[in-house]
């Protein structure tokens, strides 16, 4: 199975702030890859996929980019309901689908 | 729209099988050549896909758990199901159903999540 791996696992930011997460994939993917967000106590919520391809209803701040191995989520703007964890998955290859293990934005 | 609702007991002793439904609603779960996944969480880790299944009956299964999975669909009710047998504590988990992508394994929407604790 085709491992990802998210970087950094967790960090602080203020409301306004530009953030960046990145995923790193184990081998190439092309661009199959997605974006989820997961408040706590809640599903996570698809937010981008084909690597930059916002889902239907997620605001512009949300962009992502990359291709191959290595792609970044980035929040041009943070937003007090941005503070969540994030989650990459690969689909190039499946089964299985495979996500990263999470990245934690915390408020500062 | 498309919701998502799982159900099913809280609370599984070692060695016996987890059984889950997930219920459909705002839509036909035959319609849209879907699909349809369950993906579950750990507490405090992250996620890991279990299988889908097509309304035909076939399915996908995580090579990981292929031996324990086992799931089915049942269009008169608009549910599908999941079956893990021979737990241990190691499947504790939040239990999510989700609809997958008619191509790609794309995951929305998802259902609320159900807890099942393995312990005796």
């Known amino acids: 199975a085709i491992r990802m791996t998210q970087s950094p696992s967790s960090f602080s930011a203020s409301t306004g702030d530009r953030v960046t997460i990145t995923c790193r994939a184990s081998q190439g993917i092309s661009s199959y890859l997605a974006w989820y967000q997961q408040k706590p106590g809640k599903a996570p919520k698809l937010l981008i996929y084909a690597a930059s391809t916002l889902q239907s209803g997620v605001p512009s701040r949300f962009s992502g980019s990359g291709s191959g191995t290595d792609f970044t989520l980035t929040i041009s703007c943070l937003q007090s309901e941005d503070f969540a964890t994030y989650y990459c998955q690969q689909y190039y290859s499946y089964p299985p689908t495979t996500f990263g293990g999470g990245t934690k934005v915390e408020i500062k | 729209q498309v919701q998502l609702q799982e159900s099913g007991p809280g609370l599984v002793k070692p060695s016996q099988t987890l059984s889950l439904t997930c219920t459909v609603s705002g839509g036909s779960i035959s319609s849209g050549s879907y699909y349809w996944s369950w993906i579950r969480q750990p507490a405090g880790k992250g996620l890991e896909w279990i299988g889908r299944?097509?309304?035909?009956?076939?399915?996908n299964y995580n090579p990981s758990l292929k031996s324990r999975v086992t799931i089915s669909v049942d269009t008169s009710k608009n549910q599908f199901s999941l079956k893990l047998s021979s737990v241990t504590a190691a499947d504790t988990a939040v239990y999510y159903c989700?609809?997958?992508?008619?191509?790609?394994?794309?995951?929305?929407?998802w259902g609320q999540g159900t807890l099942v604790t393995v312990s005796s």
């Open positions: 989700a609809r997958d992508g008619r191509l790609d394994p794309l995951f929305d929407p």
């Open positions: 299944i097509y309304t035909s009956g076939s399915t």
